[in-house]
């Protein structure tokens, strides 16, 4: 494909540059340059500004809200956003449930729950992964009985991202338990504010509240609330996949890191040289932007195949592996550069009235960053899952 801008798209570019140094909300930037947890609210006040602007959806048709930008375009707005460091819209409601509405879903459903995905009325969360039921996720046994027009749900979610905070859920549940394992699926969208419903907090290694377990006793879903048919629900779960699949490769955001990561090894530690004075330790910086590099590439093919029509396929596989592998050893990089400063990390150690924390600011979120980026080779189907799509869809063994 070719990737020379365009005057157009170099003047797509700079108003996309401008838009956001103007309206960035500068209480967000504030936060982010601390260091703090993130709440709702300031996840919201970017998407908002955003939806205001019609720029919230860039993926998503034009007839639901999407900007109607070309392939360049959206990469453009996804390298910009990085270099402002702005931060990730949350993606449950505009990147996965979404896709699967406008697609999947009736015209009630999509009048009902598009606008206010766009709006940032409805925060989403994801109800997929079980205890035991991960990876093979088709092992789920999460039960949803029909009873007149409701469906009477009940068992337990976990590593649910932000539900402590969701209006709404997306839920894989077992409507058939005498059928195939992906045969006997339904996908279901549930009011997190149904009885029934409680939500647990699981605390990372990091120390945040991000993810969570939740318990589905005799929770009560109008049939109504279904996405497509019965026991159908894993062709939209597989649609859903390949779409967080390719958003989790995340290269604007990684290109971003590798510059933090330069910019904290050109630093001298302690009256020491540089770490970037390492022949060791440059090599593993090149070593990983080549690979960011052909990474870059393969996203920008699979942009310009969804352009052309094509919906996500087994690349998807692909960019999730290598996206992932990535960001964990741009943590483990970024963990060796700050040395002795970015270990032990203990959450709220070094905060008080007299007391600041130890060492550079660039090294206090090193630790978390690192810990909680394990988890990308697992969530949105694990890499060794990945390996076996790609082994059967691509190479055809």
Sequence with gaps: MDLEFSP????????????????YPAELRGKQDEGDELSKEDFLSWHKVLAKKGWVAPAWPVEYGGTGWTATQRYIWSEETARADCIRLMPFGLSMVGPVIYTFGTPEQKAKFLPRILSGEDWWCQGYSEPGSGSDL???????????????VNGQKTWTTMAQHAD?????????PDAKQQEGISFLLIDMKT????????ITLGGEHEVNEVWLEDVRVPVENRVYEENKGWTCAKFLLAHERTGIAGVAASKRGI????????????????LIANAFFKRKIAELEMDLTALEFTELRSL???????GPGPESSLLKIK????????TELTLEAVGHYGAPYFRGFGEGDNEHPIGP?????????????????IYGGSNEIQRNIIAKMVLGL
């Design 8 to 23: 157009e798209d170099l003047a797509f570019r700079d108003e996309v540059r401008a838009f956001i140094a103007e309206n």
């Design 138 to 152: 088709a092992s789920l046994r999460t039960k949803a009985v029909r009873d007149g027009d409701h469906y009477v």
């Design 168 to 176: 709404w859920g997306f839920f894989l549940v077992r409507t058939d």
């Design 195 to 202: 009885p029934g419903i409680t939500v647990r907090p699981i």
């Design 259 to 274: 510059e933090k990561v330069k910019t904290i090894a050109r630093a001298e530690m302690d009256g020491d040289k540089p």
């Design 304 to 310: 310009a195949g969804e352009s052309a029509g094509k």
């Design 323 to 330: 996206g992932s592998e990535i960001q964990q050893r741009l």
């Design 361 to 377: 600011d660039y090294a206090h979120r090193a630790a978390p960053t690192y810990f909680n980026t394990r988890k990308t080779t």
